[in-house]
C-alpha cells in the first residue's frame, strides 16, 4: 500500500539497518548475503554486492581491487552495473556509449553521443550509486577497440549531486504495484566526463600513457564474467520462489473444499482432485530439481573460478553454455508456475494477500535481466552446434556435454520400456532425454549446414539444459540423504520432473523416435500413479523448505490452515477500509445517486 516514493525510501531504511546488523554481528559475506534474501525487497544494494563488487573483482587489476573493493566493501562508495543502454540490451557489442583516451591529459572522456546511448535499466543507478562500472566503446588513436568496463563516481559524495556532465534519474514505475517498484532502476547520460586513465578496468586490457591499446594474455570473454556470475546466482533464486508459489498453492489445497459430496459428508479437500495434481506437483518437483541443480551450478562455478585463477580458461564456454541455459529454463519455468498457482488458488489467488501477485511481479523480469531467455538459449544452442561438429572430427565431450561422445548408441537406441513400472529406473528416463537432447542437436547442426540461421537450435538447447536438471536430481539420489523416507520421497519426485517433462514435450521425444506412442502413454499412467503416491506427503514435502508465515507473506499458505480468517483480516486493512463511507462519496456519489433519484419522482 505505499507510494513509489515511500517503498523507495521504506527499501534505504532496510539496506541501512541490514548494512548496520551486518557490521555489528560480524556476518560473514554468506550470512549478510541470506541477510540480503530476507530484506525480500529489490535494492541497490542487490547491484552492489551482485553485480558492482564481482565486475572490480573480475575485471580489475589487482592495484584496482585494493583501491575500490576496499572502499565498496566498507559502503563507502555505493556500485552499479550500467551496461544497457536505451538501444541495446542483449546485443552488447552494439552499445554507443564512448570512451576516448585524450593522452593529452591521460583522462578518458566518457560520453552519450546520441539518445539510444543513454544508460537505461541499471539497477540503483537512478537515486542511489555514487559509482559504477560503465560499458563504453573504447576509442584510442582513433580506433574503435569495442566494449570495455570503466569506473565512474556519478555523484558528490558530500550531498550526493551528480558531478558535471552527469544527467541521471529514475526511468519510471514498472509492472506490479510493490515488486520491482522499490528499486530505482536508472536512466544516465553522459556529456564529455573525463575520468583518469586508470578507471579503465585493466585486468583484460590495458591503454598505456602514450594511448596504446595492449591485449592482457586472458581471453576477451571475460569481460562477459560477472553475468556468468550473476546467472548462477539466479538459479537459486528461482529456485526459491517457485518453492514459495508451490508451498502457498500446496497448503491451500489441503484447506479448500469444493463439490464431492452428495449424501451430506464433508466435501472434498481441492489438492485430491487428479487435474490440480497433476497441474501442480510437476511444480513441487520442478520446485526441487531446481534447488539441486542450483547447488551443482554453484559448484562449477566455483571449480571453473578455481581454474581460471591458475589461468586454465578451458571450461568457460561450459560454464557460459550452463549459466546462460539455466538461467533461461529455470526462470521461465518459475514465472509460468507462479502465475499458474495463482489460477490453483481460484479466486482468492488473485487477492494481494495470497502473497502470489507480487511474488510473480517480483520475479517475472528475471526472464529478462541478466539475458533474455531466448537469447541466452540461443547461446547454448551455438555451444551444441560447436560440440556436435567437434565430435565428428574425433574430439571427446567432456563435462556436460560428455553424453554426446556416446553417439553410436544414442542416434539409434530404441527405449528398453516396456512396461509402467519400468518407467521408475532412472538409467531408462536419463538415456531417452540423452537421446532426445542428442538427436535434435544433430538434426539441427544438419539443418544449418543446409540453411545458417542464427536461430536454430533453440529446442536442442531447452532440450539439453531439462537433460543437464534430469541428470543432477538423478545423481543428487545417489547421495546419502538423511531421514527416514526422504530418499523415497525425492525419488519420486524426481520421476515426477522426468516424466512430466516427456509428457510435455512429447512431440521431440517421438519425432526423433527416442519413444514410441506406447511408451509415452506408459510414461502418462506412471506419472498418474506418482502423483496418487506423493499426494499424502505433499504438505509435508513444501513444510520442509521451512518457510516462517512472515516470509511467506501469505494468508493462504499459512502454517497453521487457518486462511479464511486471515483472508478476513487482511480484507479489513485495506485503505478503501479506513472510512464507512468512501472517499469521493459527497463529490460524485451522492449528487449521482440524488439526481437518479429526483429524475425517477418526476
Ligand atoms: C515477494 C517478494 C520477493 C522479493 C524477492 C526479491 C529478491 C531480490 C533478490 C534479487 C537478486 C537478484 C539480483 C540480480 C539483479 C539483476 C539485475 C540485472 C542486471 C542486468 O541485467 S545487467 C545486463 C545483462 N545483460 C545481458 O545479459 C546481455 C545479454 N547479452 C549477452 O550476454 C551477450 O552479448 C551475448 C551472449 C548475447 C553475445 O552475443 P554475440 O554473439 O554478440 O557475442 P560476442 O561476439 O559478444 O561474443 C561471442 C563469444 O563470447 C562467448 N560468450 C558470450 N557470453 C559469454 C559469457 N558470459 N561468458 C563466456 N563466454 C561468453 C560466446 O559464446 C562466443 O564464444 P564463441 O567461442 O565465439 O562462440
Ligand atoms: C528489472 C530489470 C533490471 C535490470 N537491471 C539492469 C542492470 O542493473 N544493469 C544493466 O545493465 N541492465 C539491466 N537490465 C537490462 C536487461 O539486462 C536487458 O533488458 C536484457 O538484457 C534484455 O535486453 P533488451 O531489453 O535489449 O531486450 P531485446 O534484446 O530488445 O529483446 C526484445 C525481444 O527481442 C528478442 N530478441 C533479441 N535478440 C534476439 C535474437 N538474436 N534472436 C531472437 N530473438 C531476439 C528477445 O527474445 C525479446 O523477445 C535490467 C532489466 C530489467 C527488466
Not at 347 to 367: D, I, Q, R
Amino acid at each position: 500500500m505505499l507510494s513509489r516514493k515511500e517503498l523507495f525510501k521504506d527499501t534505504l531504511k532496510k539496506a541501512a539497518h541490514a548494512w548496520k546488523r551486518t557490521v555489528e554481528l560480524h556476518l560473514t559475506e554468506e550470512e549478510a548475503n541470506l541477510l540480503r534474501l530476507y530484506i525480500d525487497q529489490p535494492g541497490y544494494v542487490d547491484l552492489h554486492w551482485v553485480m558492482f563488487v564481482p565486475a572490480i573483482k573480475g575485471q580489475g587489476t589487482e592495484e584496482q581491487q585494493k583501491k575500490w573493493l576496499t572502499m565498496a566493501y566498507k559502503f563507502q562508495i555505493i556500485g552499479t552495473y550500467a551496461q544497457t543502454e536505451l538501444g541495446h540490451g542483449s546485443n552488447v557489442q552494439g552499445l554507443e556509449t564512448t570512451a576516448t583516451f585524450d593522452p593529452s591529459t591521460d583522462e578518458f572522456i566518457m560520453h552519450s553521443p546520441t539518445l539510444t546511448s543513454s544508460k537505461w535499466w541499471p539497477g540503483g543507478l537512478g537515486k542511489t550509486s555514487t559509482h559504477a562500472v560503465v560499458y563504453a566503446r573504447l576509442i584510442t588513436e582513433g580506433k574503435d577497440y569495442g566494449i570495455h568496463g570503466f569506473i565512474m563516481q556519478l555523484r558528490s559524495l558530500d550531498d550526493h549531486s551528480p558531478l558535471p556532465g552527469i544527467t541521471i534519474g529514475d526511468i519510471g514505475g514498472k509492472f506490479g504495484s510493490g515488486a520491482y517498484n522499490s528499486m530505482d532502476n536508472g536512466v544516465m547520460r553522459l556529456d564529455h566526463v573525463r575520468i583518469p586513465r586508470d578507471q579503465m578496468l585493466m585486468r583484460l586490457a590495458q591503454v598505456t600513457r602514450e594511448g596504446k591499446y595492449v591485449h592482457s594474455d586472458v581471453p576477451k570473454q571475460l569481460l562477459y564474467g560477472t553475468m556468468v556470475y550473476v546467472r548462477q546466482t539466479i538459479v537459486a533464486d528461482a529456485s526459491r520462489a517457485l518453492s514459495r508459489a508451490v508451498c502457498i498453492a500446496v497448503r491451500y489445497g489441503a484447506i479448500r473444499k469444493q463439490f464431492g459430496s452428495k449424501a451430506g459428508g464433508p466435501e472434498t479437500q481441492v489438492l485430491n482432485y487428479k487435474t490440480q495434481q497433476s497441474r501442480l506437483f510437476p511444480f513441487l518437483a520442478s520446485a526441487y530439481a531446481f534447488r539441486f541443480v542450483g547447488q551443482w551450478l554453484k559448484w562449477l562455478y566455483t571449480d571453473v573460478t578455481q581454474k581460471l585463477e591458475s589461468k586454465d580458461f578451458s571450461t568457460l564456454p561450459e560454464a557460459h553454455a550452463c549459466t546462460a541455459g539455466l538461467k533461461s529454463v529455470t526462470t521461465s519455468a518459475t514465472a509460468d508456475a507462479i502465475e499458474e498457482c495463482q489460477k490453483l488458488c481460484g479466486g482468492h489467488g488473485y487477492l494481494n494477500s495470497s502473497g502470489l501477485p507480487e511474488l510473480f511481479a517480483v520475479n517475472l523480469p528475471a526472464c529478462t535481466y541478466e539475458g533474455d531467455n531466448v537469447v541466452l538459449l540461443l547461446q547454448v544452442a551455438r555451444f551444441l552446434m560447436k560440440t556436435v561438429s567437434q565430435v565428428a572430427s574425433g574430439k571427446q565431450p567432456v563435462g556436460t556435454t560428455a553424453y554426446m561422445g556416446n553417439i553410436q548408441h544414442l542416434m539409434q537406441c530404441k527405449s528398453v520400456v516396456n512396461t509402467v513400472e519400468d518407467w521408475l529406473n532412472p538409467a531408462a528416463i536419463k538415456e531417452v532425454f540423452e537421446a532426445r537432447a542428442l538427436r535434435m542437436a544433430v538434426n539441427c547442426a544438419q539443418n544449418i549446414s543446409k540453411a545458417p540461421s542464427q536461430e536454430e537450435g533453440f529446442e536442442a538447447a531447452v532440450a539439453h539444459v531439462q537433460l543437464i536438471i534430469v541428470t543432477k536430481f538423478i545423481e543428487k539420489l545417489q547421495e546419502d540423504i538423511l531421514g527416514h523416507g526422504v530418499k523415497e520421497q525425492l525419488q519420486k519426485l524426481c520421476g515426477i520432473y522426468a516424466l512430466h517433462l516427456i509428457h510435455k514435450h512429447l512431440g521431440d521425444f517421438l519425432s526423433t523416435g527416442c519413444v514410441t506412442a506406447r511408451q509415452g502413454s506408459l510414461a502418462n499412467e506412471r506419472l498418474g500413479k506418482l502423483y496418487a503416491q506423493v499426494r499424502p506427503n505433499a504438505v509435508a514435502l513444501v513444510d520442509a523448505f521451512d518457510y516462517t508465515d512472515h516470509y511467506l507473506g501469505s494468508a493462504l499458505g499459512r502454517y497453521d490452515g487457518d486462511v479464511y480468517s486471515a483472508l478476513y483480516k487482511e480484507a479489513w486493512k485495506d485503505p478503501l477500509n479506513e472510512t464507512v463511507v468512501p472517499d469521493g462519496y459527497q463529490e460524485h456519489l451522492r449528487p449521482l445517486l440524488k439526481q437518479q433519484l429526483k429524475l425517477s419522482r418526476l
